[in-house]
């Protein structure tokens, strides 16, 4: 192993070291079984301290890699050989199922809410990383400073401190935009409807991902809107030219695609990529709807840039909400609406009037005090070391042929069985476990994912979640 400089900082030589290991193992130079060096062998060979090895080696066990055996020292744990081969692409098919679908969504719905159970289907984080004594401490600063107590109704455009954080955390993304230019939401679904709300009436056709979340369903269905289903690539996102043909033989009114770590697929696609689609959409007029939710839940060294970076001519809207990174129950969401933004100000108006004051500016004093980049850099850790540790359970327990998605980001692996078995009938009989998964089947309108399963990696892992795993693989194998 090469050694390292010496004038590294102290405090992160454990990260690197670990990072190191790490990518050893995942290029199979170092492979599951193999010893490491002791802790003290570490320490002479890269010039470090016992405690900095000591603490390199910890972090690869927390993440699944390496495990301790006693009195025997550290051995490679994690086996990635399987991990590697990522779910197919599958074209759309022409018969359509929407009653099924609604009836699927409907049941795992209600079952995601039902504390007995082990909800490997749901995508939030969870209880244990929302950083609730800080989220009490900028809401009660927040009511403090507030010449109100945050009793008032809020402006319509959204609280003004909340869209400056808003705007100046843009910059992470390549956004060069205004608290002017924000609108905040209930949410981001509720962000999403305002924007389709604003760009669409009943009948009119809207462009997907598939598979999708199965949220955007209910939003079409509620909306009565037709879609039109644009397959992705588990790596780069959505295919684009399939979108551009379309283009030419259906008349869309709007797309809508999760650009940043998709749901449930995980795809991020490359910046060449959003700048082709960003040029294709504003050429043909066509409104891109850009759901960002995701986009800072990234496992890389930064973050992921938008659509909306490269948008200059206002065709883009981006939406997101603190529902995946802070707080689910906040409700705090925004859209950044482009030239759409007096549209939607309207829609805002009729609907809800204004958002909630209490919640927007805890949220905008959580922003500004530095609480959130500390929360989330704890958060993407701590996400990234439970992807791993689930998909290293699935290469254990699940059947030999089963694939499985390796996302850069967001909550979800995106899992591919064996083509004889019905993820709704193992939905069925997990939950008769205390399982709940979700089936293919919601992510799309017809029935090309019916032995595709979500994995979602929010909770923490434990012997619990790991006897889940174990259970699931059992009824796979059952079920083929």
């Known amino acids: ?6 004038a590294v900082n102290d405090d992160f030589l454990y990260a690197q070291i670990a990072a190191r290991i790490e990518k050893q193992i995942k290029q199979n130079l170092l492979k599951t079984g193999d010893k490491l060096p002791s802790v003290r062998a570490l320490s002479l060979e890269q010039g470090i301290s016992i ?8 972090e690869l066990e927390n993440m699944g890699m390496i ?10 744990k994690f086996s990635p050989a399987r991990s590697t081969n990522a779910p197919e692409v599958r074209p759309p098919l022409k018969k359509i199922e929407q009653a099924s679908v609604t009836q699927m969504i409907a049941m795992v719905y209600q079952n995601m809410s039902e504390e007995s159970v082990v909800r490997l289907s749901r995508s939030s984080p969870p209880f244990s990383l929302i950083p609730m004594a800080k989220l009490n401490k900028s809401m009660m600063e927040s009511i403090r400073k507030s010449p109100t107590g945050n009793i008032n109704y809020e402006n319509l455009q959204g609280n003004i401190g909340l869209r400056n954080q808003v705007a100046k955390n843009a910059f992470n993304w390549g956004g060069n935009i205004t608290g002017n230019d924000v609108v905040t939401t209930q949410g981001c679904l509720e962000a999403l409807i305002f924007c389709l709300r604003a760009l669409t009436k009943p009948g009119d056709t809207v462009a997907i991902e598939s598979p999708t979340f199965f949220g955007i369903f209910n939003i079409m269905l509620s909306l009565d809107l037709k879609v039109l289903e644009i397959p992705v690539n588990p790596d780069t996102g959505i295919d684009i030219d399939y979108l551009a043909e379309a283009m030419d033989k259906v008349d869309i009114k709007a797309c809508l695609f999760v650009t940043n770590f998709s749901n449930p697929v995980g795809s991020c696609m490359p910046d ?7 040029k294709l959409i504003t050429k043909r007029r066509i409104p891109l709807i850009e759901d960002d939710i995701y986009g800072e839940i990234y496992f890389g060294k ?3 840039r938008t659509c909306k970076s490269y948008d200059t001519e206002g065709w883009v809207l981006l939406c997101s909400s603190v529902s995946k990174s802070i707080a689910p129950g906040y409700r705090v969401g925004w859209c950044i609406p482009g030239r759409f933004k007096d549209q939607v100000i309207n829609i805002k108006m009729m609907h809800t009037i204004s958002s909630a004051t209490p919640t927007q500016a805890a949220i905008g004093h959580f922003f500004e005090t530095g ?3 500390l929360h989330m850099r704890n958060l993407r850790k701590a996400l990234y070391t439970q992807s791993l540790r689930y998909t290293q359970a699935i290469v254990i327990y699940f059947p030999a042929n089963t694939k499985i998605s390796s996302p850069q980001g967001g909550y979800a692996l995106w899992v591919e069985l064996d083509k004889n078995i019905d993820a709704f009938e193992l939905y069925q009989l997990a939950i008769a476990q205390n399982i709940s998964i979700a089936p293919g089947q919601i992510f799309s ?10 994995i979602s990696f929010g909770l923490t892992f434990n012997d619990v979640v790991e006897r889940s795993f174990k259970v699931l693989g059992e009824l796979i194998r059952q079920l083929g």
């Open 67 to 76: 495990e301790a055996r006693p009195k025997s020292g550290y051995y490679v």
């Open 1 to 6: 192993m090469e050694k390292l400089p010496a």
């Open 272 to 278: 060449d990529s959003k700048q082709q689609l960003v």
């Open 371 to 373: 609480r959130y980049d």
């Open 445 to 454: 309108t017809d029935a090309r994912f019916t032995n595709f399963i979500r």
């Open 51 to 58: 405690s900095t090895s000591y603490k390199a080696y910890v």
């Open 302 to 304: 930064s973050r992921p």
